[in-house]
């Protein structure tokens, strides 16, 4: 397995501000900041209102209507941890998670890793195995770690469980390929 070196630009993550996180939520995002293995990478907020220049932050979750993203990556550990909050707009079977939202986010994830890992990847193929749904407006931890490099090609796993790690909602892998010399 390649060693992996941190994105220069990762490091310029936003202000530690976590406005609306549940207790739960907020703990183990403040554990992980605390993680010296870990570093912060920039908060996601994808919502009709937050879609501008300007760095806006909810003061509740319930003003999310799409996505709330807060992920941790390690080089060491090869891996990307953190949370992911599903607003009401990603609303697939009756108060629960859109499927395709979910493995969006796991596109998004493991992207995130291969990015982080030092490789320009794009996706090859992605497994989605759907174990129970996620209801809305319910923060997830999200888990994605590199399981091998083959040259240009990168193979990931990737996990969205409840926040206690007791419930398995979404499984998935993944096949990246790096396109550097490319672009």
């Not at 932050?57 to 209507?65: G, H, R, S």
């Not at 550990?77 to 909050?85: F, L, P």
């Not at 090859?124 to 999200?142: A, E, G, Q």
Request: glycine share 6%; aromatic share 10%.
């Amino acid at each position: 397995m390649s060693s992996a070196q941190a994105n220069p630009a990762s490091t310029e993550a936003q202000p530690f501000e976590f406005k609306g996180w549940s207790q739960d939520a907020l703990k183990f995002l403040l554990k992980m900041n605390e993680n010296s293995r870990f570093t912060r990478l920039p908060r996601f907020v994808n919502s009709k209102k937050f879609l501008s220049n300007e760095v806006q932050i909810p003061e509740t979750m319930e003003e999310i209507k799409k996505f709330e993203i807060q992920w941790f990556f390690s080089a060491q550990d090869q891996k990307v941890e953190g949370i992911t909050y599903f607003g009401s707009d990603v609303e697939g079977p009756p108060n629960c998670v859109h499927g395709g939202a979910s493995a969006a986010v796991m596109d998004a994830l493991m992207g995130t890793l291969a990015w982080e890992c030092g490789m320009k990847a794009v996706t090859l193929n992605l497994n989605v195995n759907y174990r129970k749904f996620i209801p809305l407006s319910t923060p997830v931890r999200v888990e994605a770690h590199v399981d091998k490099i083959e040259g240009k090609k990168i193979y990931i796993s990737t996990s969205l469980r409840s926040l206690d790690g007791s419930t398995t909602h979404v499984e998935g892998s993944g096949l990246w390929y790096d396109i550097s010399d490319r672009i």
